[in-house]
């Protein structure tokens, strides 16, 4: 893994040296200040969604691009899924070299092409270009063919702190954006000219579109289904995968840098001894949005690490056609650390359940700071 091990790897041992540092611990608040966004104007709706349309072809071609030592799980599996489930574009996951992509936490894709295959099959480019967050915000390769695709007039869509990398892209310059919490102060610093939106958990401006943290990923994804299809597609998609509404409200104070956020990486971290290797069985079929979303969460407690295993180390191909690998040869798993499978439910339902299960077994501390990372408004599982 390389570099930041995108942010979270670090972030207890930041927290243990902050603690024996001193009193900064103590002055973070004790809990966010919240206070609820006023519901989106219509006319900013339709505003984005016009956005939002397609700019090149009645059926739109869908790149989602990561780097090959790490890009993030659900940035990068969940806008796939879902927009495969919705079948109103042709998407395609790509890496900038050929081989496999290893996903940060948790989980390992075959791309569908490398980014120079993409460009010799579709020398017109992309209509939309999805950038998730990756280990490096500056990969040559990633930028500049970011910046290419951006030139032939692709939409760009920076989830999370894939913000980041299209700000280094050189797209952000004097536009409205947004991206994960924790990533706002550094993204404001670099790009001065940048416009920070609060209280919206995807932001449009001028064809290029950024979102809050992981989560966000579900909305915008829906988002692009209405901009593409209508509304009536978006919201049978959206019941499908259990988030019957959604819009672009986001309590920004909600996610903030607490004292029990910093307390619970430093407790977790500290139980080293206590980490536990939790399975899940990979079997073909099997939903990428909802794996995704449940190895992710597990994967993020400081505490538990979601490991997928099969009988043989074939790959297994995901609902969508993707191929993914087991982490581990097994034919079983100890009860104890099995974690349950998530065929036939809902993704966002998976997620719900997930952070109900990290309650039971870690505590409600450890589930806050879960969806913290992954920036999930608890309190409205319908956004």
Known sequence: MTSRHLLWSALGAAAILILI????LWSLPPAPSVTPPLPIAQAERDATIAALKPPKRQRPLIAIIGI?????????????????????????????KPGPVTLF???????????????????????????PAMSRDDDPAALQWIRNQAARGAIVVGVCAGAKVVGDAGLLHGKRATTHWYSVKEIRGK??????????RFVVDD??????GISASMPISLTLIEAIA?????????????????????ESDEFTFTRPFALT???????????????????DGVDEVSLALAADAWSRTYRSRAVT????????????????????????????????????????????????????????????????????????AAQ
């Not at 540092?21 to 900064?24: I, L, R």
């Not at 064809?207 to 809050?212: E, F, K």
């Open 230 to 250: 209508g509304r009536d597609k978006a919201r049978a998609v959206g019941r499908d995968i259990g988030l019957p509404d959604w819009d672009a409200r986001h």
């Open 207 to 212: 064809r290029v579109a950024t979102t809050t």
């Open 21 to 24: 540092g001193g009193g900064w």
């Open 191 to 200: 790009h001065p000219t940048l416009r920070y939106v609060e209280d919206r």
């Open 105 to 131: 936490p948790v989980l390992k894709v075959e791309p569908q092409a490398t980014t120079a295959e993409f460009d010799a099959q579709h020398p017109d480019g992309a209509d939309y270009v999805i950038v």
């Open 309 to 380: 295993f099969a009988a043989t180390a074939d790959a297994r191909q995901s609902r969508g056609g993707l191929r993914i690998h087991p982490e581990q040869v097994a034919s079983d798993w100890p009860a104890e650390r099995l974690l349950p499978s998530v065929a036939d439910r809902r993704p966002a339902d998976v997620l719900d359940e997930t952070l109900h299960a990290i309650t039971a077994r870690y505590g409600a501390r450890t589930t806050d700071f879960v969806a913290m990372q992954m920036e999930y408004p608890r309190n409205r």
């Open 68 to 96: 090959n030592d790490a890009t993030e799980t659900t940035d990068y599996l969940m806008p796939y899924g879902i927009l495969k489930r919705a079948d109103v574009a042709d998407v395609v996951t790509l890496a900038t």
């Open 265 to 283: 990486a430093i407790g977790n971290t500290a139980a080293f001894w206590a980490r536990e290797r939790l399975g899940i069985e990979l079997k």
